[in-house]
C-alpha cells in the first residue's frame, strides 16, 4: 500500500517559501543575459559553483548519520539529482534565453500533471478528489495565463523553440519530484537534497570543462560573483531545502500542486523587476491558481 499523506501546516509553509524562492531564479537569469555576456551553461556552472559549498557543508555536519541505501538506490539518486538540478536546470536556462520570465514559469508548471500521471500509473497512486480539485483550479489560471504570454510574445525570435525546452524540463524535472518523493524517506530531506545537488553539481562540471576552459568559469565569477551567489544561494539552496522538507511531510503529488504558486511568483516579479506586461488573463490566472492551493493548503484530509 502507498503511504497515505496530509497536507500539515508545516509542510505547506516549506513548500510554499521553497516555490516562491525557485521562481526567483527565471528573473536572475533574464538579468543575466541582459547585463553581462554569457551563455546559458556558464551561468548555471556560477549558479552550482556557489551553491556546492553549502551542500558539502551540510554533508560534513550530517555525516554522523549512516545512509543505508542499496547500490541499486544509489544509482536512482544520482539519477535523480541529475535530472532534477542538471538535465531540467540547462533546458530551462536555454529555454530563458528565447522566452519571457513568466512564460518560462507558466510552462515549466505543467509538471504537477506528469507528476500526478506517473504517481498514479506507475505506483498506483490514487488521485484524490481534494487533488482534482486544486489541479482543475491551478490548470485552469495557468491555461488563462499563458494565452496572455502567448498573445503578447509568441512573434519574438526562437519563442517556439524557447517554449519546447521549458516543456521538456517540465518533464525531466517531474520525474525528480517522483523520484525524491520514493528516496526521501530512505535517506531523510536532508540528506537526499545534498547528494542529489552534488550529483547534479558533478554534471554540469564536466559538461562545462568539455566546452569552456576552467579559467572562464573564474573569471566570470570575480567579474559577476552577484549572480552566482543569488542563483546559488536564494534560488538553489534555499529552496532545494525546502522543497525537499516539505516532499517529505506532505508527498510528491501534493508538493506539486502547492508549487503551483510559482508562475504567480514569477509574472509579479517579472513585472516589477524586468518590465514585463501583465495581462488580464494573467490576474484572472493568477486568483485561480492561488485559489487552487488553498483548497489544497487548508484542508487536513489525507490523500494518497
Partial sequence: MPKKYSVTFIGFVLTFIGSVLFSTKAIIVKKAFANIEIDALSLLTLRMLFALPFYIAVLFYIRQNKTSLT???????IAVGLLGYYVSSYLDFEGLRYISAGLERLILFLYPS????????VFRQQIHKNQRIALLLTYSGIGLAYAGEFNLYHL???????????FLCSITYALYIVG????IPLTGATKFTSYAM???TAGIFIH???????SGIIAVAKQHWEYGLLLGIIATVLPSYFIAGGTKRIGSNNVAIISSIGPVSTILQAWWFLGETIHWSQLLGTALVIAGILILG???RSVN
Fill in 198 to 200: 552534488l550529483a547534479a
Fill in 71 to 77: 547500490q541499486t538506490q544509489w544509482l536512482q539518486l
Fill in 298 to 300: 487548508l484542508k487536513k
Fill in 156 to 166: 519574438e525570435p526562437g519563442f517556439f523553440w524557447g517554449g519546447l525546452l521549458v
Fill in 114 to 121: 506528469f507528476v500526478v500521471l506517473i504517481n498514479a500509473v
Fill in 180 to 183: 525524491s518523493g520514493r528516496l
Fill in 208 to 214: 562545462f570543462l568539455l566546452k569552456h576552459e576552467p
